[in-house]
């Protein structure tokens, strides 16, 4: 099958998040497993700098309402993923994170920006495309690609078949009635059975209104946002195309994430043979400027910080949780009040606490290699990857029961299953809890290898989930 995936990000070049982890691994598996698969993502400056010679395809012009022409310039990465790069250096030419301008506010003409991808994505798919190739699906990626299954809707003649894929339901692309006229949508298209939502043009409700099937990144996710309570406000619309919605769980990069040849490790190690944990462990303690102590469980944190992530829930137990006792290292950035309650903690706890605001790729490998147990308290996580990657490391992680964390770790008290710890309510007394039983577990060397083990023998590579996808697109 041809498959276009359209998205805002793509790692290793552009990434915030999961998403460009799933951009940059999907497509991959998917190739492998014989299928023609080809990216479309915008032409950002480091991707540009990647590929300073990509050659210009086409130029998508009549677009409709105020959407420029753009180029289309087309390379291929090193591992054989052909690109299709959406050139338009008024929009895309910035530096830094593809959404947010240097104040951390949102760009302005974001509903343009992503408009356009949105179109560019259709015409691919549609009988205007100047393209030989031509896609039997538009995979379509978050928000910021919502609107490509409208205007597949709305265009006339032959058209590819579209999938949506909600990595986050709580970001909605959100702009005000203006954009209609703008992105060149027709005014049929504002009223409920369109991309109308609450009197705002909102993308996500564009994909989950007009694609033919829609995907999250967990099976509990997809149940979780059929509810009032976790639907964001999609609840209904979610539970009336609940046929065309399906939860494929994510997979993690098994090259990429693999103990045994992770190239930022001091020591690499295998489930069969994991004393190079200790020495990885010693040497993220003395890199954080801790006491180098073997008798005491390293806790770790790579995530944003940020109430979703449940990181102020752990910040209000974090002092009871040193005094277990226990160290604590935390790599991430966020909000400027849990920055700063973070980063007053490291400061009164130097011994045992540790803060590194931002992110740092090779740091997060050595974190997940050097910790004795993960946390991940997150009110709601979509899928999640930081804990199959802690199983992946031999570091038992202690998650939340709620979407991709609920549907990969499994408590420690199902001794026959069990690689990790599990808590229901989001309550810091509750996670206080389950780190109780994962230190007291972790004192226990014979439990705790068997822990390890099963973490590590999951199966979390892409090809499982790159099958469940090809056979949707078979479906559509």
């Known amino acids: 099958m041809k498959i276009l995936f359209a998205t805002s990000e793509i790692a290793p070049w552009v990434k915030t998040g999961g998403l460009g982890d799933v951009a940059g691994a999907l497509p991959v598996a998917l190739r492998a497993a014989g299928h023609d698969v080809r990216v479309l993502v915008p032409a950002y400056p480091p991707l540009l700098q990647a590929f300073p010679d990509a050659p210009e395809i086409a130029r998508p012009h009549w677009l409709g309402g105020l ?55 259709a015409w691919i798919g549609a009988e205007a495309s100047t393209l030989a190739w031509q896609p039997d699906v538009i995979h379509c990626h978050d928000w910021q690609t919502g609107l490509a299954p409208a205007y597949l809707n709305y265009l006339p003649g032959r058209r590819a078949k579209s999938l949506f894929t909600v990595h986050n339901l709580a970001f909605q692309g959100l702009f005000d ?38 995907t999250t990144v967990s099976p509990s996710y997809a149940s979780e946002i059929q509810t009032d309570a976790e639907g964001m406000g999609m609840a209904g619309l979610l539970r009336h195309r609940s046929e065309q919605l399906t939860g494929i769980l994510n997979g993690i990069d098994t090259a990429l994430w693999n103990p045994a040849t992770d190239p930022h490790l001091v020591k690499t190690y295998t489930a069969r043979h994991l004393e190079g944990k200790a020495a990885n462990k010693a040497a993220l303690q003395s890199q954080f400027g801790l006491e180098q102590r073997t008798d005491l469980p390293l806790l770790a944190v790579v995530s944003r910080l940020t109430e979703q992530k449940g990181l102020d829930l752990l910040l209000d137990v974090a002092p009871q949780i040193l005094k277990l006792p226990a160290q604590l290292v935390v790599l991430g950035s966020g909000g400027h009040e849990l920055e700063h309650g ?29 910790a004795d147990i993960f946390l991940m308290p997150s009110r709601f996580e979509p899928c999640g990857l930081n804990q199959m990657y802690s199983l992946r490391y031999g570091t038992p992680p202690v998650v939340r029961a709620t979407g991709g964390l609920a549907d990969t770790v499994i408590d420690a008290a199902d001794r026959k299953n069990g690689n990790g710890f599990v808590f229901g309510p989001a309550t810091a007394a509750a996670l206080l809890q389950a780190v109780q039983r994962a230190i007291a577990t972790w004192r226990d060397p014979i439990l705790w290898r068997r822990l390890q083990k099963h973490g590590m023998a999951r199966d979390s590579s892409w090809e499982g989930a790159a099958r469940q996808y090809a056979a949707l697109y078979a479906s559509l």
Request: hydrophobic letters at 40%.
């Open 67 to 121: 959407l420029p022409t753009p180029g289309l310039r087309e390379a291929m990465s090193a591992d054989g993923l052909p690109l299709l790069l959406l050139d338009y250096p008024p929009y895309f030419a910035r530096l830094g994170n593809p959404y947010l301008g240097p104040e951390g506010r949102d760009w302005l003409d974001n509903h343009q920006r992503f408009g356009l991808l949105s179109r560019v994505a």
């Open 342 to 370: 973070w980063t007053a903690l490291a400061r009164k706890h130097r011994s045992r606490c540790a803060v590194s605001i931002g992110f740092d790729e090779a740091q997060a490998h050595r974190i997940e290699a050097g």
């Open 177 to 214: 009635h203006a954009s209609l006229f703008e992105l060149g949508l027709p005014d049929t298209a504002w009223g409920m059975h369109g991309v109308e939502y609450f009197g705002y043009l909102s993308f996500l409700k564009a994909g989950l209104q007009h694609a033919d099937a829609i």
